[in-house]
């Protein structure tokens, strides 16, 4: 009896719609970042951390991805930033069709970044491909020193990594040398960018890492 593996007949969809996505992004010249973390870990605070940085240098517009409300599309675009709302209506992640209906909505020719906020979720997102230039995790200290070990795909698959909120380390059982030692066996290539997006403290690393991978993609 033949069988279809459904799965993979829905990601073979999804990538080659992420690959029009790409290119179209790449003829634009605009750089497209997916960032995957888990809800209150902060995506929307490093968003705007990283538009009040580099809002002089480019053109920023953002993809907001949430299962219901559009509550940090509102927060986006109170600044100023072209924002796109797509509520996902339950769905645990963004797909590529999702995003393709996004790009149409901005104008591509006045665009240099987007960031892609996807659903709050350290599982689902990992399969996806978006038709970006790079996943981005966010952790919170929160969220605790462990959730490498607990989800390691999502760790393995992105290619840079965030801690945000270390102004709350103090009030927190969190152990940077555990989750540092986690991430490096995990993914040892990945950047790895420790800050707080309200003090700012470390945004600066960041954002300069951000900013050359604009530039070499420009130079490609």
């Known amino acids: ?4 593996d459904l799965e993979q007949k829905i990601l073979d969809k ?3 719609l992420a690959q029009e996505n790409h290119e179209l992004l790449k003829e634009k010249q605009v750089y497209t970042v997916d960032l ?7 995506k929307t605070s490093v968003i705007l951390a990283t538009i009040h940085a580099l809002g002089d240098r480019y053109k920023i517009a953002v993809i907001e991805g949430d299962i219901a409300s559009d509550v940090d599309a509102v927060a986006i675009k109170e600044e100023g930033i072209p924002a796109v709302q797509i509520n996902t209506g339950g769905a645990c992640h963004l797909e590529a069709d999702m995003v393709k209906r996004a790009l149409d ?15 709050g979720n350290l599982i689902c997102p990992t399969d996806f491909y978006l038709g970006e230039d790079k996943k981005i995790m966010i952790l919170s200290v929160p ?12 760790f393995q698959v ?9 102004d709350t380390l103090p009030a927190f059982d969190f ?35 951000l900013a050359d991978q604009i530039e070499e ?4």
């Open 217 to 220: 993609a420009k130079a490609q």
């Open 36 to 42: 995957l973390a888990s809800p209150g870990a902060g």
């Open 143 to 154: 969220e605790g020193d462990d959730k490498p070990l607990k989800y390691p795909g999502i």
């Open 158 to 166: 992105s290619q840079a990594i965030i801690l945000n909120k270390t």
């Open 14 to 16: 999804n990538d080659r």
């Open 105 to 119: 909505v901005l104008d591509l020719d006045e665009i240099d970044l987007i960031f892609i906020e996807n659903v």
């Open 1 to 4: 009896m033949a069988q279809i």
């Open 175 to 209: 152990s940077t040398d555990a989750f540092t030692d986690s991430i490096k066996q995990l993914n040892p290539t990945a950047p790895y960018f420790p800050l707080s997006s309200t003090t700012g403290d470390g945004v600066d690393a960041w954002v300069e890492w």
